[in-house]
């Protein structure tokens, strides 16, 4: 089938699982193992943040590579070949409990993860591009959402394989159940990645995007990096210290993940309307409201509400950033726009977790971690709403400079 008789809603379906199993999979997930993985190989909470960091600076590294590799490669095959070595990654991380070699997997994933990601976000920007600005923020908040699919489905297998899969060998399986999921969306993503159209490619004299106008929101989303990283990282941990046996565990991640899957949908009327660093600027705060609960309430009713208010707006972020670029930008700068966004945010997830474990290796445990990652969320969300706004305007395109853009406040 010619790529233009696809639906773009088909396209931003399929290519959703890439963020399923690069963001679901193959980083959230770890929480779920972490408390397994740290009894039996005995590392500390540093240790265990210093994984999802080394997970980060990959992710660092594939957001560099990405806007090259869609260059060379092609953006459609550069999407397929990060989420294949994604998934072998899932795969090779249940053959050992090498700490050495499992930073060097972990590294690998990020960079495989953040090629796919980025990739896929352009593809399905392109998909969109003919459609108004409520359907393609629909489209990119669809694409999103993939993640809280990849949230709901390990949440709904890792505990219960856990439960009944003896201590010592319960990681090694988890992970290998990773790689099985994984793969299944894999073989759909391919399906839906060659019915789709090839974003465009910047001109050699054109492929800087101006990224001095969007300081605010750059510094804001590496904000954003540093303080999500840390509550996904550890929530679970905190949890279980607390008492949470594994169907509370397993309740608390579901409705994350399907909260995060909602958002999707609920969060695009406010973020088409908001102008300028509103948009991500509100979802942040109420992603901040979100962290908060768990510290200030024991209860499970306060446990349930984080998962609804962070769940349902922590992807939401990514979806009100990718507007703000798509709606400022010309289409063939959206591609390395995105790029340059997720290094800004790759920067943020690399201190994120490591922070938050020295913290909580510390008196307070885990509640001084979380606290940092709450406040962080709070500060990222002041700095987005001092974004400025810029649009695209309707005259032609400058030779050299691309397409003028009109200010406002």
């Given amino acids: 089938m010619s790529p233009r008789h696809v639906p773009g809603l088909a396209i931003a379906l399929g290519l959703a699982l890439g963020p399923a199993v690069a963001l679901g999979l193959a980083r959230f997930a770890y929480a ?63 053959a050992t409990g090498n700490v050495t070699v ?25 998909a969109g591009r003919a459609g108004s600005a409520r359907r393609a923020a629909s489209l990119l908040g669809i694409y999103f959402a993939g993640g809280g699919a ?54 050699p004299a054109d492929r800087h995007w101006p990224a001095r106008r969007f300081r605010a929101l750059l510094a804001s989303y590496a904000l954003f990096g540093v303080g999500y990283i ?51 600027g509100v979802v942040l705060a109420v992603v901040s409201v979100g962290a908060f609960l768990p510290l200030v309430s024991r209860s499970p009713e306060a446990a349930a509400a984080s998962a ?6 922590f992807l939401a972020v990514v979806t009100a950033v990718t507007v703000v670029v798509r709606r400022s930008l010309q289409p063939h700068h959206w591609t390395p726009a995105i790029a340059t966004l997720t290094v800004a945010f790759a920067l943020g997830q690399c201190a994120g977790p490591v922070l938050a474990g020295v913290l909580s290796d ?40 691309g397409r003028l853009g009109v200010q406002s406040d």
């Avoid at 590392?43 to 090259?68: C, D, K, Q």
């Avoid at 996904?232 to 991640?253: D, Y």
């Avoid at 885990?366 to 406040?375: D, E, I, M, T, Y």
Wanted: net charge positive.
């Fill in 32 to 94: 779920l193992l972490l408390p397994s993985m740290r009894t039996e190989l005995h590392w500390s909470f540093a240790i265990a943040g210093a994984m999802n960091t080394a997970n980060a600076f990959g992710y660092l590294a594939g957001a560099l590579l990405a806007a090259p590799t869609a260059r060379r490669w092609g953006t459609r095959r550069a999407f397929l070949a990060g989420l294949g070595v994604t998934v072998a990654s899932l795969l090779a991380t249940a």
């Fill in 102 to 126: 499992l930073v060097g997997l972990r590294t690998l994933a990020g960079v495989a993860g953040a090629i796919c990601f980025v990739t896929g976000a352009g593809i399905v920007a392109e």
């Fill in 150 to 203: 990849g949230i709901v489905v390990s949440g709904l297998t890792i505990p219960l394989l856990l439960a009944d899969t003896p201590a010592a060998d319960g990681w090694r399986w988890g992970w290998v159940l990773l790689a099985g999921l994984g793969l299944v969306a894999f073989g759909i993503a391919t399906s839906a990645a060659r019915a789709s159209r090839e974003p465009r490619t910047a001109p």
């Fill in 230 to 280: 840390a509550y996904m990282t550890f929530i679970v941990a905190f949890l279980k210290e607390r008492g949470a046996g594994p169907g509370e565990i397993t309740a608390f991640w579901v409705v994350l993940g399907a909260a995060s899957i909602a958002g999707a949908f609920l969060w695009v009327r406010p973020v088409v309307n908001l102008r300028g660093g509103r948009a991500p």
């Fill in 308 to 313: 609804v208010l962070f769940g349902g707006s």
């Fill in 362 to 401: 510390g008196p307070a445990g885990l509640s001084a971690g979380l606290g940092l990652s709450a406040a962080i969320l709070v500060a990222g969300a002041f700095v987005a709403v001092t974004q400025r706004h810029y649009e695209e305007a309707a005259g032609e395109d400058v030779p050299g400079m």
